[in-house]
């Protein structure tokens, strides 16, 4: 089944500790994203890639970073600058370049400082 | 810019009533729309999808929605709503140029009483 799987589903994370967060796809995606999810403030984007080896920040890159050697893989690493890292995190994919399609989403990651 | 806004950050129905979450965007150029759910602890799942065809959509789990393009909306109905439809649900809209980017809605809360 072609999908996206984030691992691990819960983390947990002393302060001042980086953490990285996994997302692998094989719906041979072209484009993929980082959403982190606050109660009551919907999907803010931190970074997406269109392609392998490039990517961009989004809204909310600050303390975050990310890596796109293969095109399978996006991992996200929460850096101890991040104020406020405690949140729902969801890695998405879609088609790319010119083909418009939906996004497609992995079962998110929940971390938390402890 | 694309921009999507959602009415109304929690409806409240009672089973077997009409379900109607609202979503107004803004394009400068035919948008392609999704609606998305999310389940508690769970990735978004795509609902249904306008890509210019049809302006009425008819999507999973009896949901279908209306492109109207004087009144810049998209609004996602479901004659009779089920205990099992509670959960969030979101708008978005892909960019025209950048198919590649998606703009999220804040999200809607539905809340069905028996």
Same mark, same amino acid.
């Given at each position: 089944d072609g999908g996206?799987? $984030? !691992?691990? *589903?819960?983390?947990?994370?002393?302060? +001042?500790?980086?953490?990285?967060? !996994?997302?692998? $796809?094989?719906?041979?995606?072209? /484009?993929?994203?980082?959403?982190r999810q606050d109660p009551g403030q919907g999907l803010r984007l931190i970074y997406y890639s269109q392609i392998v080896n490039d990517f961009q920040k989004g809204d909310i890159a600050e303390g975050y970073s990310v890596s796109r050697e293969k095109k399978e893989s996006f991992p996200l690493t929460v850096t !101890? /600058?991040? *104020?406020?890292?405690? /949140?729902?995190?969801?890695? /998405?994919? !879609?088609? +790319? +370049?010119?083909v418009r399609g939906e996004a497609f989403f992995g079962q998110g990651t929940r971390l938390t400082v402890v | 810019a694309q921009s999507v806004t959602q009415l109304g950050s929690h409806v409240s129905v009672s089973e077997g009533a009409?379900?109607?979450?609202?979503?107004?965007?803004?394009? =400068?150029?035919?948008?392609?729309?999704?609606?998305?759910? &999310?389940?508690?602890? &769970?990735?978004? &799942?795509?609902?249904?999808?306008?890509?210019? %065809? %049809?302006?009425?959509?008819k999507g999973i789990n009896?949901?279908?929605?209306?492109?109207?393009?004087?009144?810049?909306?998209? @609004?996602?109905?479901?004659?009779? %709503? @089920?205990? =099992?439809?509670?959960?969030?649900?979101?708008?978005?809209?892909?960019?025209?140029?950048n198919f590649n980017k998606f703009y999220f809605g804040s999200g809607t809360k539905l809340n069905v009483k028996p």
């Open positions: 996206i799987t $984030q !691992s691990p *589903k819960y983390l947990f994370r002393k302060e +001042g500790q980086n953490v990285t967060l !996994s997302c692998e $796809q094989n719906l041979n995606h072209d /484009a993929m994203y980082w959403y !101890s /600058a991040q *104020k406020n890292p405690t /949140a729902f995190y969801l890695c /998405a994919s !879609s088609p +790319g +370049g010119t | 009409l379900v109607l979450l609202r979503c107004n965007y803004s394009s =400068s150029v035919p948008p392609y729309l999704f609606w998305y759910v &999310q389940y508690p602890n &769970q990735g978004l &799942q795509l609902l249904l999808k306008y890509t210019s %065809a %049809a302006t009425l959509v009896g949901f279908e929605a209306e492109f109207k393009k004087s009144e810049t909306s998209f @609004h996602l109905t479901k004659p009779s %709503a @089920h205990m =099992s439809d509670a959960a969030e649900y979101f708008c978005a809209v892909s960019a025209p140029y």
